[in-house]
C-alpha cells in the first residue's frame, strides 16, 4: 500500500461559499446590502451597521444555517481530482458551532459524496497531521509544519506571507 501525501481541506470560505450566504440573508432580512468588492481586508461583521451586528452569531447559530451554503465554484470537480492523488480531508473548526456538525456533514454527503465519513474531520484547534493545509484562516496555519495554501477570502486580502490560491483553479494548477 502506498501512503499518499494528507492534505487538510478548509470549508467555509474555501469550498463552502458562507459570504455569499450572508450578504443574501442581510439583504433579505434586514434590506442591507454589503457588496463582496467593499470588504477587501474586512470580515462581514465589520461591514454591518451597529444596529444588527449582534444578528450574524445568532444566524450562525441557528441549526440549518450551514446546510444550504452554495459550493465555490470549481470545488467539487478539484477536490475529487484530489482525491485521485491525495489522502484528502476535510477539516473544519465545526465545534465553535454545535449546531453546525450536522448540517457540515449532510452538506459535505449531498456535494461531496466521495469524501469518506472516515476522512472529515469537525475540531476546534486544526491541529492535524498532513503534508499540505488549504485554508482561509492564518490562525489554522499556527504550529503547522506543512505547507500552507491561503485560500482567498476577503478577510486576508492584505496578508502576504502565505502561499496564496485565489480560486480552486489555482489549487489545481499548484497540486495537480
Not at 439583504?27 to 444578528?55: A, Y
Not at 477539516?91 to 469518506?116: R, T
Request: hydrophobic content about 40%; some cysteine.
Amino acid at each position: 500500500m502506498i501512503n499518499k501525501i494528507r492534505i487538510a481541506i478548509d470549508m467555509d470560505e474555501v469550498i463552502a461559499d458562507t459570504i455569499d450566504k450572508f450578504i443574501e440573508l442581510y439583504k433579505r432580512e434586514h434590506d442591507t446590502v454589503i457588496r463582496l468588492d467593499q470588504m477587501d481586508g474586512k470580515e462581514f461583521n465589520e461591514m454591518l451597521p451597529e444596529d444588527i451586528k449582534q444578528t450574524l452569531k445568532a444566524y450562525i447559530h441557528q441549526p440549518g444555517f450551514f446546510r444550504d451554503l452554495k459550493v465555490m465554484p470549481g470545488a467539487r470537480e478539484v477536490v475529487k481530482e484530489l482525491c485521485d492523488k491525495y489522502d484528502v480531508y476535510i477539516v473544519s473548526a465545526a465545534m465553535e458551532f454545535p449546531n453546525s456538525l450536522i448540517d457540515k456533514y449532510n452538506w459535505l454527503a449531498e456535494h461531496f459524496p466521495f469524501i469518506s465519513w472516515k476522512n472529515i474531520i469537525f475540531c476546534g484547534n486544526k491541529i492535524v497531521d498532513t503534508q499540505i493545509m488549504i485554508d482561509d484562516r492564518i490562525r489554522n496555519f499556527v504550529g503547522f509544519k506543512g505547507r500552507t495554501l491561503l485560500f482567498s477570502s476577503p478577510h486576508n486580502h492584505f496578508i502576504t506571507e502565505y502561499e496564496r490560491v485565489n480560486n480552486w483553479r489555482e489549487v489545481a494548477d499548484k497540486l495537480l
